[in-house]
Structures are given as C-alpha cells and as structure tokens.
C-alpha cells in the first residue's frame, strides 16, 4: 500500500529497478508512511508477476509468503517495541522460548541491536528460494545502537550479491556519515496540507485539520494521534505554557509526568517554535487555535529568552527516553521554561 501523496515517489522509484542499488535509503519526517512504502516495494520486488506501474501482483505464491510474513527470501529488522507479537522463528531478532519469557519480563527494546544484524548472516549465506533477490528492510534506521551500526557497515561494505537493504529514516543526521555514503538516498516528502487533509477526513478522522496542524502536517501520526491520543493532557501542557508561572509549574508536574515525556517534550518545542514564529514573522504553524494566547506571550517575551528556551528543549528531547525520574524530569521542563519566557 502507498498513501495518495506517494505516487510521485513511486513513479519515480521504478526508475531505477533496471539498475537496482545494493542499498536505499528512504528518509522524510517521521508519520508520512515511509514503512508502508518501503515493504510495499520489497514486496514489488519479491513479486513474480509484477504489474505494468511497478506494483506486486497479490496472487503469486510469494505475494501469499509476503502477506503472511513468511517469505523465505524477505527479512524486516525493526526495533522489539514495534514488533506487535515476537519474532517468528527465524526472523529477525526470533528467540527461544525461554528468552521470550525473560524478555516479556521488561519493556521491549527501541533500538536495533546488534543480535538483530548477526542474525541476518545465515540469511544471506543461503541461496535465494527461486533464484530472485533477496531482499532486507530495515527501520527506523536511526534505532540502530553503535554496535548495530558498525555491524551494518562491515554488511553494507561487502554487499552479497542478490541482496537489496531497503533502510527508512526520520533523520539523515542521526545516522553514521559511512552508512550514509554506502546508500543511495531517495527521499520521500511531506504531503501539503490539502492533501493530508483530504486524505484524513477520507479515514473519518474528527478534528482533522486541528490533529493535523498539531502533528506538523504528517497525516499518519495525525490519524494515530485522533484514534489513541488524547487532548487532555496536551491542553493541559498548552494552558500552561500561554500562562506560565512556577506555581502553576508545580501544579502540574505530577498530572502531566504520567504522559510519554517524548511527545511532552515535542509538544513543547512545537509550541517555541510557533512563538519564535509569532514574534518574528506573526504566524502560527501547528496551534492556530491558540493564536491569540501566542500573540500576547510573544509581545510579552525578550527574543533570547525564547532561543534560550528552544535550546532547553532541544537538549531535553535527547534524554527524555531515560529520565532518572517522570516527576522531576516534567517539573524541571515547565519551571525552566516559566523562567525563560514569563512575561516582562
């Protein structure tokens, strides 16, 4: 499957199957349908019967395999955390019994590791099922840990024959500059407004123009956002941060630390850049419905003092995977930024 705003890139992709690179690296902002895109092509090119516009037929035997997630010659890598139920046997990151047991023991991974990597070596040892590609898909690139990367390279380096690596990524400059040298980049942009729009009121989507604005435009982490999120704690965040004070800092620091301190964080950077946004050029990008709050804040505040803030929360998304504590994590965020852009 690809999304609406994607045939351009698939137009364009089937450009180079006659002469396939060894790698691709597919990279645009996180919740535009890289992941989809990327298996659909590995599918295209598993396909034994591919159709005139590049796309896999769905009727061979090894569109079934691929349906079912068994095809003998196709291999994903994703980190634990996305994989909905363990590794079959064989896959990627596949374990035995007992390490499934001690694994559901504690969260799963989000990262890509090395075990992972290794696991393909047997993988691209084997000859292929019917002497066709074989093909690896991995994302996101950027869950790769150190050891991973390094392991890639060496893969990436001395390619096997027959083998294509399909790598998807959020950010090119969280990557390894060698495995990004290693791969032929092809990127994969952002749909415009009206047609993430119409897309998402096709899904049914409520509120889609609010969900999608505050999502920076990506649809498929608005639609997320509207069928699993929820506004309470982003109003509440919002409501704070148009009328900051170290009372009201304390107030809320327990109710919001129950929230994922990613997204917390990533609201508040979306929120500076709108005020950077409003105090230098008088528009608002991803909370329009808070423009008159934005608008006093940003005639109130000393430029600086909102750089300084954005710098905070730069630094602060960096680490808000592993905070020593939820609580004191949230109430340093919200006191840091009271003291950087309170009104004068």
Partial sequence: MIYPWQQTAWTRLQQMRERLPHAILFHGPAGIGKADFIETFAQALLCENVQPDGHACGACASCGWFVQHN????????????????????????????????????????????????????????????????????????????????????????????????????????????????????????????????????????????????????????????????????????HFLARPSAESALRNAEKLSKTPLAALVAWQQRWLYDLLSMKLSGVVRYYPRYQKELAALAGNVHTGNVLRAVKSANERRAVADHPLSAKLFVEDMLLDYTSCCSPV
Avoid at 164 to 180: E, K, M, Q
Avoid at 188 to 204: I, S, T, V, Y
Avoid at 210 to 235: K, N
């Fill in 71 to 238: 095809h003998p010659d196709y291999r994903r890598v994703r980190p634990e955390a996305l994989e909905d139920d363990p590794a079959p046997e064989g896959e990627e990151g596949g374990s035995t019994e007992g390490e499934k047991k001690s694994k559901s023991a504690k969260a799963p991974s989000k990262e890509i590791k090395i075990e992972q990597i290794r696991n393909l070596a047997d993988f691209m040892n084997i000859s292929t099922h019917r002497q066709g590609l074989r093909v690896v898909v991995l994302y996101p690139a950027e869950a790769l840990n150190m050891p991973a990367s390094n392991a890639l390279l060496k893969t990436l380096e001395e390619p096997p024959p027959g083998t294509v690596f399909l790598l998807a990524s959020n950010g090119l400059d969280r990557l390894l500059p060698t495995i990004l040298s290693r791969c032929r980049k092809f990127a994969l942009p952002m749909p415009d407004h009206p047609a993430a729009l119409a897309w998402l009121k096709e899904q049914g989507v409520p509120d889609a123009d609010s969900w999608l604005r505050e999502e920076g435009g990506a649809p498929l982490a608005a639609r997320t956002q509207a069928e699993t999120g929820s506004r309470e704690e982003l109003e509440a965040l919002l």
